[in-house]
């Protein structure tokens, strides 16, 4: 067998192997932040479940939210992993070519994603309850932020709203922190492991969990339509997202009757998959497990609320129609050849 026969033979078996599921050498760019919540591509990475269905993924990590729906506007990335704010819808509203494909992380009853953090002084006075707060100061990372709609969203709950608190944007979540600690603030919206850190160095009490007021999509997977116009591409890439899901959720998500993670085989490795990528010991990302849908589902009803909310408190420059903004379809084909 010739040289040139023996390369051809072995790029079809190549190809073979993976199903055939073969595509250009072009790069599929994901633009995401090295959290916790990205754990499902981190998973399907590492488990190799990008290169079996041909795709050739490039992470590119970002600080904060924003600038990934800018890297998009300017072909920088091809998918965006992140939360849902004010300025991602607004940036689709503005002509941003992208649509909302799937569930990157949901606040979900029993898991312990994000709170609401008081000072240790506000404790000591009393502050236990929502209601406490009237009068306060809270920090969040931006207006418009994921941690803004969830606060505004759980005040109205509990029959207020954000006229009866003072609300502090600081930027990043080590911030937030910080002016909890020296005094700037009574109280803190942050992500985990930021919550727990903050009790242990006894700068504060969590007296909420989101989880546990809201069931909302707080992070979605979004793709730009350069990437859809390939739609075999993108539903490849998708079902390998899919794949990472369930190893994900198999593995750390599931609980006994007492809300303890299960540890099934998978834990240990997967919590090292996404300790590789964070930066944090596997001890640490234990306390940041978010949940995320088995199938990478959206949940696609939520969208209209969040936009619907953002537009009745003026953070929304344009309207917005939320079906303009969504591909359930390329999911649910995605979901279909993945199988059961």
């Known amino acids: 067998m010739g040289k040139r026969t023996a390369c051809w033979v072995s790029l079809v078996l ?7 599921k073969a595509f250009s050498g072009d790069k599929v760019k994901v633009g995401l932040l090295p959290l916790v919540s990205s754990a499902p591509i981190f998973v399907a990475v590492e488990e190799g479940f990008f290169r079996e269905e041909g795709v050739n993924v490039e992470l590119k990590f970002f600080q904060a939210a924003q600038p990934i729906a800018t890297a998009m506007a300017a072909g920088e990335v091809d998918v965006g992993a992140t939360g849902l704010t004010a300025g991602l819808y607004n940036a689709l509203a503005s002509g941003l070519d992208a649509k909302i494909v799937a ?20 404790w000591e ?6 209601e406490d707060l009237s009068g306060r100061r809270i920090g969040v990372t931006q207006i418009g932020s994921t941690f803004h709609y969830m606060l505004g969203n759980i005040l109205e709950r509990h029959s207020m709203d954000l006229s009866q608190v003072k609300l502090v944007p600081l930027g990043g979540l080590k911030s937030l922190v ?29 007296i909420l969990w989101a989880g546990e007021e809201l069931k909302y999509q707080i992070a979605a997977i979004f793709m730009s339509g350069g990437l859809l116009k390939k739609r075999d ?3 490849a890439f998708l079902r390998a997202y899919i794949r990472g899901c369930r ?8 609980r006994d009757s007492n809300g303890r993670p299960l540890k099934a085989e998978a834990f240990s490795r997967v919590l090292g998959q996404i300790a590789k990528y964070t930066g944090l010991s596997p001890e640490q990302v234990v306390l940041d497990l978010s949940y995320n ?13 969040q936009i619907n909310w953002y537009r009745a408190h003026g953070m929304l420059t344009k309207d917005l129609n939320p079906q303009s903004i969504l591909d359930r379809s390329l999911w649910e084909e995605a979901k279909k050849e993945v199988g059961p």
């Open 14 to 20: 190549g190809l073979s192997l993976m199903g055939g």
């Open 178 to 206: 910080e002016a909890l600690s020296g005094g700037q603030l009574e109280a803190i919206f942050v992500a985990q492991p930021f919550c727990t850190q903050a009790e242990s160095a006894g700068v504060g009490k969590v």
């Open 103 to 122: 569930d990157k992380g949901r606040e979900w009853p029993g898991y312990k994603l994000s709170g609401i953090v008081v000072s240790t002084r506000e």
């Open 233 to 235: 591409m993108a539903k």
């Open 293 to 305: 849908d088995r199938d990478g589902e959206l949940m696609w009803d939520d969208i209209p609320r």
């Open 125 to 130: 006075r009393g502050v236990r309850s929502i």
């Open 247 to 254: 190893v994900y959720y198999d593995g750390c998500l599931v």
